[in-house]
Every structure is written in structure tokens, then in C-alpha cells.
């Protein structure tokens, strides 16, 4: 038998959340308290959160990144969109 202390977490999800990872977890061989030990061992690991937290929309983002790529030049530039095409599509 583990030997280690054990504790007691309570978080508060809503019901719907809770549900459909419960399903998740279990198509994966898994149960809530496993998960919950699997993220928390990773926090661990990491010294954090093992994902990104960000309050930019992933859309948003991409679209950032590619106006500081244009602000520095970093851009292809084609004359008609069958150019774009084929450069897009390697040529084919």
C-alpha cells in the first residue's frame, strides 16, 4: 500500500465541464483524480503552467505576428494570385 500522505482537493467546475471531461478521461483510461495528479506532477516539472495562459485569442495572434512581419518586410509579394498559387503549392 502508498505509504505517502494523502490530501484532499476541492475545486469548483461547472457541471457540464465536469462531465464532458469525465467522458474525455475515461475514453483515455483515465479517471478525474489521475488527471488531476498527471497535471499537477507536470506543474511540477515545468515550475508552472504546462500551457500557454493567454487572453489573446489564437486568431488574434497569427494575425499580430504576421503585421510585425510585414511592418519588418518580411513578406513575399506576387503580381496575380496564380503566381501566389503555385509559390503556395510549391508549383503544383
Do not use: Q
Not at 457541471?15 to 506543474?43: H, P, S, W
Not at 516539472?45 to 495572434?61: C, K, M, R, S
Not at 505576428?65 to 509559390?87: L, Q, T
Amino acid at each position: 500500500m502508498d505509504k505517502k500522505k494523502k490530501a484532499v482537493i476541492t475545486a469548483r467546475v461547472d457541471l457540464d465541464t465536469k462531465e464532458r471531461a469525465r467522458k474525455v478521461l475515461e475514453n483515455a483510461g483515465l479517471d478525474m483524480t489521475t488527471a488531476i495528479n498527471i497535471y499537477l506532477k507536470k506543474v511540477i516539472a515545468v515550475n508552472g503552467v504546462p500551457f500557454a495562459v493567454t487572453a489573446t485569442d489564437p486568431l488574434d495572434e497569427a494575425t499580430l505576428k504576421a503585421h510585425d512581419e510585414i511592418h519588418r518586410g518580411e513578406y513575399d509579394s506576387f503580381n496575380n494570385v496564380d503566381d501566389w498559387f503555385k509559390d503556395l503549392t510549391n508549383g503544383n
